[in-house]
């Protein structure tokens, strides 16, 4: 039958029935933290009181009174005792402090369970964490049985699944000799039990939340009412720390899946981009990891912690997120016209071609009928009206693509301009409109200056919208460092051409991996991918004209950090 220290001491009963008890779930654990404290203190009060040599230790732990005719014997002993107690305390109060610090719930559990270990002096211990979902106990740290295996009970099987259901402790002297031990856990194992000693953990809002479970003391005996004191102040302080890192593990998971979403967000809009925001991420990082290690000019000594490379991270991931504020068709632009505005140029200069033919051959008939003869090169006059039209249309074609206008191309381009067709209505029409010529005008690329400042506009919806997210403090610079992506060193970027010294550094690495992924990925419908080496000249002469960061170029180029994408 079960034994809870309550049954062993009245003393600690009292002290402990409320946390202990079902009906006791209002019990915080800060109270128990706080018992932990009274407990050390009260040890530590203990320890002094050597020098006024006191016999007998007032003290949950310690209130052993020894029998009158041994005391002074006794004295030496319980002082040792002390000592070994105010140590074992003490490293739990020092471990507690760990505990609150330490936020990856792996190094955590380990850090109990050893704690929990060197406290009650076991051979070996487990942690069970209560899944309530699956109303079942789980560990990673089972001690003896393998690292990082997850083992999963269900809930009330087992002495910890007992603990956890009737939130009491267990402690059981022998093992083979007691009902509720399971043998064959022991066959399974290999492992010999002699004694188990499992207490509960509990939640701020005194729900168990786990079990500490602890085999075989070491000295032979059993374990001690003492060793389950000290296994639930333990505990106490265990659960609040596991509570706090898996919050911790939840929050970083919620933005971790948020900022995927938002990435897929991103790309749908605009698919020819896809894997770009993933890719210029791992370009940032590698720069990032790799600056530390170059250790030169105004870079050196700098590096980057865990959640800096996050906060990078995100920052990079989310670049472009504001580009879903920017209109589609601008967005995945092909070509200086958009294409229904090239069909209604090509359906213009089939009519004006046909009202030309027409106009010949009006003339035809009009010249036999008044019994006139033919102009001898009239033939030859329509078939070179009809090849200057098409060339026009070819012209026009060219002119269309984002390249560089050809020479002379803007004289060209108002010579077909001043044409006229007779439209829909009977009343002459130019063939191309004020708005068409400025588009085929365009000196390079695909955009007009409307549509180039729409594009460049994302920058600053990725801000806004990065803005409204309540980032945590170490993710905070996320909204700064992907607004400055598009800024340049010379002052020259966009949108608020800052100056060098107020670009941060995280985004000058951006802006070389934005523009590598750019110009090396796969065929935009915009513009051709480019080689890795001519990407190369080009980013090495955007940082000659004092656009980019020389030292992050260079670490960029000789990390080979390229490859993190290039080798997929
Ligand atoms: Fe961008």
Redesign the pocket.
Known sequence: MGRTPSSRTPRIRRRSASPRGAASSSASAAGRAGKAAKIAKSAKSAKNSKSSRKPVVKSALFGRRLPKTSRARGNDTEHAHLRARIAKLESLLDVAKGMTAERDLDALLKLIVNEAVNVVGADRCTLWIVDRDANELWTKVAQGLGVNQIIRIPLGVGIAGKVAVTNKTINIPDAYSDPRFNRDVDRDTGYRTRNIIAVPMHYTTGEVTGVLQALNKKNGAAFTTEDEELLIALGANAAVAIENAILYEEIDRLFEGFVKASVVAIESRDPTTSGHSERVARLTLGIAENLEKSGRGSYAGMSFGVEQMREIRYAALL??FGKVGVRENVLTKANKLYAHELELIETRFRALTAQMENTHLRSAVEALRQGSALPADIEEARERELARMSDFLGFIRRCNQPTVLESGGFERLREVAGLCYVDHSGAPAPLISTLELERLSIPRGSLDQQERIEIES??SHTFRFLSQIPWTRALKHVPEIAFA??EKLDGQGYPRQLPAEQIPVQSRMMAIA?IYDALTASDRPYKKAVPHEKAVDILQAETKAGKLDRLLLDVFLEAEVFKRVTLG
């Open positions: 670049h472009d994302h920058v992506h598009h934005d």
